[in-house]
């Protein structure tokens, strides 16, 4: 019997933690890679936006194929292995100190950590952070029944979300803003006596990510139940992972549909997740905003990322999970051509601006040019639009999907997403590196939404009938 709607709200501690797990780790994700930490290291460590840019994008492209090259294997080795925990724990005590370090991300990187031992520690927390995510989601259907796998999937993602906002608002209000702005609600000083001149507002974003991960990931290893522990030897584990992988492909081309949505997803998914590594660190490069400027940057498209996810849901019931993603995908690519057509010196490519002689917009002393609001509104178009297509994108796959073989295409979604990992940074960084310019890096995301978008025409909404 199914379970009723009060007993799907009812989450066990073993389940909260599970979910709190998310809480824990994603502000990595918000804080580091894209709204204070990137465009720190890349315009003030780096001390070049263009070079930063170039070294950002290669970084995370490094990072990228050790990604697409091993986490489908620790996918197939996660669900042999029985026991996830232990292999969490390693990931943590992996990624904890490594972000920890990016306090010695100096300015110039005069005295600190050089700029190419910053991007080793960069490479090393995203490789960890991704191969977590792999355990910690295969954990979900062993912890919880079928009628709360839902909701505490959900659970989770908000979870994380919330978590970032919420240390964004304490760095807005508690170090970034004192003694910047005279309001009376502020402290008179950045608490713990943080240097502004010495960028340690920014700075402390690692210690803080570092041991935000490792508290809250306390309760996921004390009180989330387990799967006992296969007995087998590694050797026969990624034997049998990397048999029951190949076994997945083969059957893929019997499913074509099935197959061209997964390849326009890889390209549209990786010119999204481009948008959110890049964005932040285009916006200082072009507007040259400071970390109190990122702070309300990060809070506002936050807020617009939650709200994609209802509008998601909606034009899914509206029009249909392919028409969503069309439109999502389409959103996005305006947007992006519109926030690339934007300085702060022109607006739309056609329409010149002159800062120092127009008026301010408003008083508020931060984003108070046309070109600034206008960037910043396709921004949170963006984020609405992209967090949209995350939530039609997995319904689909599971518009698509034979019902009877819904694990192994979710295991193909999974690895259509990071398959080409590597393919997006390694593009924005080569373009930004070819030209000399943060605008064609930037711009080149284009080409793997369109090549998405186009795919997406010819894969037809209808679900595939299991073949035996």
């Given at each position: 019997?199914?379970?009723?709607?009060?007993?799907?709200?009812?989450?066990?501690?073993?389940?909260?933690?599970?979910?709190?797990?998310?809480?824990?780790?994603?502000?990595?994700?918000?804080?580091?890679?894209?709204?204070?930490?990137?465009?720190?290291?890349?315009?003030?460590?780096?001390?070049?936006?263009?070079?930063?840019?170039?070294?950002?994008?290669?970084?995370?492209?490094?990072?990228?194929?050790?990604?697409?090259?091993?986490?489908?294997?620790?996918?197939?080795?996660?669900?042999?292995?029985?026991?996830?925990?232990?292999?969490?724990?390693?990931?943590?005590?992996?990624?904890?100190?490594?972000?920890?370090?990016?306090?010695?991300?100096?300015?110039?990187?005069?005295?600190?950590?050089?700029?190419?031992?910053?991007?080793?520690?960069?490479?090393?927390?995203?490789?960890?952070?991704?191969?977590?995510?792999?355990?910690?989601?295969?954990?979900?259907?062993?912890?919880?029944?079928?009628?709360?796998?839902?909701?505490?999937?959900?659970?989770?993602?908000?979870?994380?979300?919330?978590?970032?906002?919420?240390?964004?608002?304490?760095?807005?209000?508690?170090?970034?803003?004192?003694?910047?702005?005279?309001?009376?609600?502020?402290?008179?000083?950045?608490?713990?006596?943080?240097?502004?001149?010495?960028?340690?507002?920014?700075?402390?974003?690692?210690?803080?990510?570092?041991?935000?991960?490792?508290?809250?990931?306390?309760?996921?290893?004390?009180?989330?139940?387990?799967?006992?522990?296969?007995?087998?030897?590694?050797?026969?584990?990624?034997?049998?992972?990397?048999?029951?992988?190949?076994?997945?492909?083969?059957?893929?081309?019997?499913?074509?549909?099935?197959?061209?949505?997964?390849?326009?997803?890889?390209?549209?998914?990786?010119?999204?997740?481009?948008?959110?590594?890049?964005?932040?660190?285009?916006?200082?490069?072009?507007?040259?905003?400071?970390?109190?400027?990122?702070?309300?940057?990060?809070?506002?498209?936050?807020?617009?990322?939650?709200?994609?996810?209802?509008?998601?849901?909606?034009?899914?019931?509206?029009?249909?999970?392919?028409?969503?993603?069309?439109?999502?995908?389409?959103?996005?690519?305006?947007?992006?051509?519109?926030?690339?057509?934007?300085?702060?010196?022109?607006?739309?490519?056609?329409?010149?601006?002159?800062?120092?002689?127009?008026?301010?917009?408003?008083?508020?002393?931060?984003?108070?040019?046309?070109?600034?609001?206008?960037?910043?509104?396709?921004?949170?178009?963006?984020?609405?639009?992209?967090?949209?297509?995350?939530?039609?994108?997995?319904?689909m796959m599971a518009r698509l999907a034979p019902p009877s073989m819904?694990?192994?295409?979710?295991?193909?979604?999974?690895?259509?997403?990071?398959?080409?990992?590597?393919?997006?940074?390694?593009?924005?960084?080569?373009?930004?590196?070819?030209?000399?310019?943060?605008?064609?890096?930037?711009?080149?995301?284009?080409?793997?939404?369109?090549?998405?978008?186009?795919?997406?025409?010819?894969?037809?909404?209808?679900?595939?009938?299991?073949?035996?």
């Open positions: 019997m199914p379970a009723s709607p009060a007993e799907r709200s009812q989450f066990s501690r073993g389940e909260l933690s599970w979910a709190l797990f998310e809480w824990a780790r994603n502000p990595y994700v918000i804080l580091i890679t894209i709204y204070i930490f990137a465009p720190y290291f890349t315009n003030t460590v780096v001390g070049d936006p263009v070079k930063g840019q170039s070294i950002w994008g290669y970084t995370n492209g490094i990072a990228g194929f050790f990604i697409a090259a091993f986490a489908p294997l620790i996918g197939a080795i996660a669900d042999k292995a029985g026991s996830r925990k232990p292999w969490i724990a390693v990931f943590v005590a992996i990624m904890a100190p490594s972000i920890f370090l990016l306090w010695w991300a100096l300015p110039g990187a005069d005295g600190g950590l050089s700029i190419w031992t910053i991007a080793a520690l960069i490479i090393v927390v995203a490789i960890a952070f991704e191969y977590s995510s792999v355990f910690h989601n295969s954990m979900l259907p062993h912890i919880t029944t079928s009628a709360k796998l839902g909701g505490l999937s959900g659970l989770g993602l908000a979870a994380g979300n919330a978590g970032s906002l919420l240390i964004l608002i304490f760095m807005l209000f508690y170090l970034a803003l004192p003694g910047q702005i005279d309001w009376a609600f502020l402290p008179e000083r950045p608490l713990l006596g943080l240097d502004q001149e010495s960028y340690q507002h920014a700075r402390i974003s690692g210690p803080i990510v570092a041991v935000w991960l490792v508290l809250f990931s306390l309760p996921l290893f004390l009180y989330t139940p387990d799967a006992p522990r296969n007995p087998q030897p590694m050797r026969t584990l990624v034997i049998q992972g990397l048999e029951t992988l190949y076994a997945t492909l083969r059957k893929l081309p019997q499913y074509r549909n099935v197959a061209t949505y997964l390849l326009a997803r890889m390209f549209y998914n990786d010119g999204k997740t481009a948008i959110l590594i890049f964005g932040g660190i285009y916006a200082v490069g072009i507007f040259g905003w400071d970390e109190v400027r990122m702070l309300i940057y990060g809070i506002v498209l936050s807020v617009f990322a939650v709200l994609g996810g209802f509008v998601g849901g909606w034009l899914d019931n509206t029009v249909g999970s392919k028409r969503a993603i069309l439109i999502s995908i389409g959103t996005t690519t305006l947007g992006v051509i519109a926030t690339v057509s934007t300085t702060p010196t022109q607006i739309l490519f056609v329409i010149p601006y002159d800062p120092a002689t127009a008026p301010p917009v408003w008083s508020f002393p931060y984003f108070n040019t046309w070109p600034e609001i206008i960037f910043l509104g396709m921004m949170t178009t963006l984020a609405v639009a992209i967090t949209a297509a995350y939530a039609n994108s997995r319904t819904a694990t192994e295409f979710f295991g193909l979604y999974a690895l259509s997403g990071t398959a080409t990992a590597f393919l997006a940074p390694a593009t924005v960084g080569f373009f930004t590196d070819w030209f000399q310019s943060q605008r064609a890096g930037y711009a080149s995301i284009l080409l793997l939404l369109l090549l998405g978008l186009g795919l997406m025409f010819f894969v037809k909404q209808e679900q595939a009938k299991a073949l035996h």
